[in-house]
């Protein structure tokens, strides 16, 4: 258990360091491998990125404790997370389980792990999550025909704040140049 | 055998002929020579470096050389539709003028294939064009098409100019019945090979300002322009310093001609200027670069506008006929109108037609020094072709010079004040 | 003319017959002697050395006309001189599509953020001339009330980040076109379509008449004004013939789909590397492919559809 959770620290730091809350700059090795229910989709997915020391949440998040469900602005904890998803409707315990914090849940009070978490994404974006299924929506390298990597939703989205930063752009072209030389002179 | 002695001789003949000359042919074949050196040596900088050496780049692709190029076709074109007085309406003071004609039309095909092979990337690769050996696109490609009909006209016109002289230089008339034929084909031929040019660029959805049904018919009404007013000079020239008769009736004709080419030429542009201003659609974007600029690119809106006014100045001159047969303004029409011609064909047609490109961006081209060097040396190589050319064929018409089994093969001597 | 009887160049051992003249003279060789012994010997050097010489590039015959041993010859003796200019093992392959292959690409517009990083993906993949600088991509910034308006688009945008508001980001490369205005144009059928759609160039045997440039209605095609200059570290050494090998002086080139990836099934560099998943390629033959979905689900359409030159390339909204 412990050996599992070294090796997915290990993964998720290397993987946050490549997705540093932007848009996914680097490819991923496999990983987990989650199905949407239902269906016969095998896909190559790397597991969740997790912030650092954080998991399992239950270490501090006691379960046999009184859960204050009143929706409120954070305290004592987690004030470093800016919640930019939807604040008029929602916050945080409609997607963390306020019974058990080692896990997410649905609408319906279905409790899944965060490894499912596109399942939770997919309850309110439900065209994203089809496009995401279809490889449309988000970035899938590998192989037309074969084998492909995907990512999760959370892999380029951070969930508290879904939107992407803007990125530098790499250089724009050269424009092009009149190379004013005399005949028989060297070029620019 | 005795005709290949006889060609051997006309050919020895001529020889002498163009090395024999005044000073003043010595100094202008020793000026072209050197402007053939200058455009040598700037296209051998272009060989070496790539045509990075030229201000062409991606967005304005096509440029200077082959501006030259479509002007330089029409050139050849027109110089042989005097053809078409001197033979479909048998109008005799034009007969003699119409070699000469045909002697300018080798020229500017031979100029036109220097500046195609000047501007492609991989001029050893040109033989991928002869078909058999290459591989030719026909019927797909224009281009394909312009180099099959260019090929063509040049043999035509060698053909007839070859055989006509070397029939004269024996003191014979060439037989009716097969150049009569041969020089009216060459009436089709001269529209089609400025046609299947102006299809080339006319074919092209992608350039909306040249992609227009219009081109073909400009095209054909510039050509008649500026072709036959290198003639006209030349005309005046011959019949001065030698002993060419040529009837001021037919100079006044051609210029009269070519003052109704050039009304047709305007109206048809007037036809487009109003297309595309009245509408204005996002194709306008092109004409206004040539008459107004467009966000601040100037360069070529001078050209265009002394082009216009050249060639309206030319056509007043040509359609009035006191200033159509005084000397001095005959003579500034002819300049006017090939300038006129040359700038509409070249900066007019083909900067404006990839400029903005099409993804919109403009760059603007001006030819670089090693463009105009290797221009001037392809069009020195032109006219020292055909100084050379009217050298020869001048004597034979005047019956100065003949070969045969009695007459001496060398040429009369000249008047004083002749070359 | 010394007597030696080796080879095929012995031009005493050539038969004048009919050249030569009775009573001609001992120790001297008549003018028509020595033409027609130097039309023998070139005749016989040419018959020889044929085979030789049309397997040098200036020779080359067009790649359709090359028999499958001739091209094998030419990609193995490519490999070893590219290997040893750029010191490290080069491999020019020369895969040929699939049957029943027909790729296509979409391109979510209400996603890219114009960051170039396909771009520069292609320009290391493909190994385009570093100075000059070539890009096969172009990536277009518009503006938002704009629309799609070429004519105030800007390809040299510089920010601190993108997207800039108010702006939107349209890369364009080759489009692949089903009826490609420049394979219809180009006089020597140096570039043509191929069975899985990708639009090729024989970069042997192009002439650089630059017809195609004019032709092409996206600005796709770009020219090798001068010669296009990679460094060897930067080289990608797994090339295609007709893809990302590197180009002469003096012919055009483009975006080949990545010929050398996607024969191989694998996705073209610049949807691998972008980083919002706005690129999807594929083929349409496969029912469960992105692009067939793409195209059954999304608002798609193609640049200039009024010139019917009915692309490959596809943009939609994602979103």
């Known amino acids: 258990m412990l050996l599992f959770l070294a090796v997915a620290l290990v993964v998720a730091l290397a993987a946050l360091a490549g997705c540093s809350r932007a848009p996914a700059e680097e490819l991923f090795a496999a990983g987990g491998v989650p199905e949407a229910p239902g269906s016969t989709l095998q896909v190559n997915v790397p597991p969740p990125p997790f912030s650092d020391g954080v998991f399992p949440c239950s270490s501090c998040h006691d379960p046999e404790l009184k859960v204050n469900t009143k929706q409120r602005k954070l305290k004592v904890a987690h004030q470093e997370i800016e919640l930019k998803h939807g604040t008029e409707a929602r916050w945080c315990l409609d997607c963390h389980d306020p019974a058990d914090r080692d896990q997410l849940h649905l609408a319906s009070g279905e409790k899944i792990p965060f490894e499912e978490s596109y399942r939770l994404c997919g309850q309110c974006h439900g065209e994203k999550f089809r496009d995401w299924r279809a490889g449309v929506h988000g970035r899938r390298t590998g192989n037309w025909d074969g084998e492909k990597q995907y990512l999760l939703c959370v892999h380029c989205h951070n969930s508290h704040a879904p939107r992407f930063a803007p990125i530098k752009p790499e250089s724009a072209p050269v424009p092009p140049r009149r190379t004013e030389s005399p005949a028989g002179g060297a070029e620019r | ?419 | 003319m010394s007597g030696d009887t080796r080879g095929a160049l012995d031009c005493e051992a050539v038969d004048t017959t009919g050249c030569g003249r009775p009573g001609a003279g001992e120790g001297t060789v008549s003018r028509r002697d020595f033409l027609c012994a130097m039309a023998g010997c070139i005749a016989a050097a040419t018959t020889a050395g044929c085979g030789e010489f049309t397997h040098t590039p200036f020779f080359r015959k067009h790649l359709r006309e090359l028999s499958k041993e001739e091209i094998a010859r030419i990609l193995a003796e490519l490999g070893k001189e590219l290997s040893e200019q750029y010191g490290k093992p080069v491999t020019v392959g020369i895969d040929a599509a699939r049957p029943g292959v027909q790729f296509a690409y979409a391109l979510d517009l209400s996603r890219c953020v114009g960051c170039r990083r396909c771009v520069k993906a292609c320009v290391k993949e493909n190994n385009q001339g570093r100075d000059p600088a070539i890009e096969w991509i172009r990536v277009l910034e518009m503006d938002k009330d704009k629309g799609i308006d070429f004519e105030h688009a800007n390809p040299y945008y510089e920010a601190e980040q993108v997207p800039r508001p108010g702006h939107f980001y349209m890369p364009v490369a080759c489009q692949h076109c089903r009826d490609a205005p420049c394979v219809k144009s180009c006089p020597t059928g140096a570039t043509w379509a191929e069975k899985d759609g990708i639009v090729v160039i024989d970069y042997d045997w192009c002439i650089g008449c630059r017809c195609c440039m004019a032709a092409c209605p996206y600005g796709a095609r770009r020219f090798n004004w001068t010669e296009p200059k990679v460094p060897a570290a930067d080289v990608n050494p797994q090339m295609h013939y007709l893809g990302n090998r590197p180009r002469p002086k003096g012919v055009v080139e483009k975006c080949t789909f990545c010929v050398h990836r996607v024969r191989a099934g694998r996705y073209p560099a610049c949807v691998e590397v972008c980083p919002v998943g706005a690129r999807k390629f594929g083929n349409l033959n496969d029912p469960n492919s992105e692009v067939r979905y793409v195209l059954e689900n999304k608002r798609v359409f193609v640049l200039k559809n009024e010139l019917s030159t009915r692309p490959r390339f596809y943009y939609f909204y994602g979103i």
């Open chain 2, 1 to 419: 055998m005795r005709v290949l002695r006889s060609f051997l001789r006309f050919v020895s003949g001529s020889a002498r002929i163009v090395l024999r000359g005044n000073s003043l042919y010595w100094s202008w074949i020793a000026l072209l020579v050197t402007l053939i050196f200058v455009g040598a040596r700037a296209y051998a900088h272009q060989l070496s470096t790539g045509l990075l050496a030229t201000s062409m780049r991606d967005q304005v692709s096509w440029a200077f050389y082959i501006g030259n190029f479509t002007f330089l076709v029409g050139v050849a074109a027109a110089a042989v539709l005097l053809v078409i007085p001197a033979y479909v309406y048998e109008w005799k003071p034009i007969k003699e003028v119409v070699i000469l004609g045909e002697l300018l039309a080798i020229s500017a095909i031979v100029m036109a294939a220097l500046f195609v092979l000047v501007d492609v990337g991989r001029p050893d690769r040109l033989w991928h064009l002869i078909p058999g050996l290459g591989l030719l696109n026909v019927p797909a490609s224009m281009l394909a098409w312009d180099v099959v009909v260019l090929n063509g006209y040049l043999v035509l016109n060698v053909v007839i100019v070859t055989w006509l002289l070397f029939t004269l230089v024996r003191g014979r008339h060439p037989a009716k019945a097969i150049f009569t034929p041969l020089v009216l084909f060459s009436i089709p031929a001269a529209i089609g090979i400025h046609t299947v040019t102006a299809f080339i660029y006319s074919g092209l959805s992608a350039r909306p300002f040249w992609h227009s049904a219009i081109l073909a018919p400009r095209f054909i009404a510039s050509a008649f322009c500026s072709g036959p007013a290198v003639l006209l000079v030349l005309m005046q020239l011959l019949r001065k310093y030698t002993r060419f008769e040529i009837q001021d009736l037919a100079i006044w004709k051609v210029a009269e001609l070519m003052a109704y080419s050039m009304g047709f030429n305007l109206f048809l542009f007037g036809a487009e200027v109003f297309t595309e201003y009245y509408a204005h659609t996002e194709h306008l974007v092109h004409m206004r670069y040539m008459f107004t600029g467009v966000e601040g690119h100037t360069e070529i809106v001078p050209f265009m506008w002394a082009s216009f006014g050249c060639s309206v100045v030319a056509f007043v001159l040509f359609l009035i006929p006191r200033t159509r047969r005084h000397w001095v303004t005959l003579n500034l029409g002819c300049l006017l109108i090939y300038s006129g011609v040359y700038l509409e064909k070249g900066m007019g047609l083909v900067i404006p037609g990839l400029t903005p490109d099409t993804l919109g961006e403009i760059y603007e081209y001006g030819p670089s020094r090693g463009e105009w060097q290797v221009a001037i040396g392809i069009f020195a190589i032109g006219f020292l072709l055909f100084t050379l050319m009217v050298k020869v064929a001048t004597p034979i018409m005047l019956g100065e010079f003949r070969v045969g089994a009695r007459v001496a093969s060398d040429a009369a001597p000249r008047p004083a004040g002749a070359h």
